[in-house]
């Protein structure tokens, strides 16, 4: 191989990488500069780093789009393991009961309010996506707090409670931004 066509191929490696690098911190820079401003930093990092779609967000309301659907995924995978909860604590009244009242909860968690938020977003209605994330994520808290009053010594769902709580206030921080139109996020 002569010399300039090494040359050659290792300039181009090296501009490519540089490219690569820039996407690479403009990906970061945008999940960082967007968790910065809103509460649960750390959290929301590990979140929006964990879903490879937000690698190629280059706008808020990308990110928007993605943490709503981890919302709609996380709710939905919930609502898919109570039926094995309810088989498993079918002999305790006061659990089945609370995974009664979560299964509404997690439907309409999805149904009522992420859903909604996602097609809320599509019309720049911004404040009302802002609000329905929020309450989509309380809903998991409200799940907990079931089993707190009827089963206080037993909560099977708790990771998945706290998980939607926090997957739906990083959702509401996330969109609340975009109500911050002109921001030069």
Sequence with gaps: MSSSLFLALLLILISASQ????????????????????????????????????????????????ILDLCIENATETLGEIPKLQEK?????????????????????????????????????YREAQYSA????????????EFYFQAPAISPLWPRNHNLAVLGLVAEGIVSLLRLNESPL
């Design 134 to 145: 929020h309450i989509g994520g309380a809903l998991g808290t409200s799940c907990e707090q």
């Design 89 to 125: 604590y079918s002999k305790h009244d006061q659990i089945e009961e609370a995974l009664r009242w979560c299964v509404t909860a997690y439907e309409s968690a999805i149904k009522d309010y992420f859903r909604k938020a996602v097609d809320q977003l599509g019309t720049k209605s």
């Design 19 to 66: 490219g690569c690098a820039a996407v690479q911190e403009k990906e970061h820079d945008l999940i960082q500069k967007s968790c910065a401003i809103i509460v649960g930093y750390e959290e929301c990092v590990a979140i929006l780093r964990s879903d490879p779609r937000s690698i190629k967000a280059t706008k808020v309301k990308q990110l928007a789009y993605i």
